[in-house]
């Protein structure tokens, strides 16, 4: 399975975008982006998913490098509702493990008032 | 829609017990999947279900684990006995086959001492 590698931690202020990072070098042509966050004692939700394009949703956008080997997902204005884990994950689009969403560890996302 | 039904919320047993978790996924939904999470190993997909028949259980942990998906509606995870080493939460989640977006459910926070 491609592999996706995200910083630990990352800090923003309230009100202010934030942009998290995710490099997937070892990316697949038909592999998706997808991006899900975690908040505290809660399961993990869907926030965006991506093939080659930008994309643009309510909770958020997804900047895709031309070459796919990176990602950016941009949360265009923190609130603290929004300090949670994000997680980077590509899914297979053909094979066996098309439905598998593979969770790393995610960046833990704190939200300062 | 009520969302992903998890039960019990919480699980407290003693090692040698039977624990069943129990999972109500979204109806219309063709794919359910569980998944446990621990501070240690993150988030694992456990095993997979597309339309009631086990597709991938690559990722259950032993003989001691197992899961059913009698119809669409339902689908449980039984650890039998289980073990201190199973104190997790265990999430439930659901899709429509052709759907990118999986809905996660609450989780049920198992502890066995």
């Known amino acids: 399975d491609a592999k996706t590698t995200q910083p630990n931690s990352m800090e923003s202020n309230e009100e202010e975008p934030v942009h998290l990072p995710c490099n997937h070098s070892?990316?697949?042509?038909?592999?998706?982006i997808h991006w899900y966050r975690q908040l505290p004692s809660q399961g993990p939700e869907y926030v965006i998913h991506?093939?080659?394009s930008n994309v643009n949703n309510r909770m958020a956008s997804l900047a895709i490098a031309e070459d796919r080997k990176s990602s950016t997902l941009i949360l265009h204005r923190a609130t603290l509702r929004d300090a949670a884990v994000y997680y980077c994950?590509?899914?297979?689009?053909?094979?066996?493990?098309?439905?598998?969403?593979?969770f790393g560890t995610g960046t833990l996302l704190a939200v300062q008032p | 829609d009520a969302g992903v039904i998890q039960s019990p919320r919480h699980e407290v047993t003693e090692m040698g017990q039977e624990v069943t978790l129990r999972c109500k996924p979204i109806?219309?939904?063709?794919?359910l999947f569980w998944y446990r999470q621990t501070m240690m190993r993150g988030l694992e997909l456990l095993i997979y279900?597309?339309?009631?028949?086990?597709?991938?259980d690559s990722g259950m942990p032993e003989d001691r684990f197992s899961a059913k998906m009698p119809n669409a509606s339902f689908s449980t995870l039984k650890i039998q006995p289980s073990e201190p080493r199973d104190s997790a939460v265990y999430f439930c989640?659901?899709?429509?086959?052709?759907?990118?977006?999986?809905?996660f459910g609450p989780g049920t926070r198992l502890l066995v001492l």
């Open positions: 989640a659901s899709r429509m086959t052709r759907g990118e977006t999986q809905y």
């Open positions: 070892t990316i697949s042509g038909t592999d998706y």
């Open positions: 991506g093939l080659t």
């Open positions: 994950i590509l899914r297979a689009l053909y094979g066996g493990a098309t439905n598998k969403l593979i």
């Open positions: 109806s219309g939904h063709n794919s």
């Open positions: 279900f597309n339309n009631n028949v086990p597709i991938d």
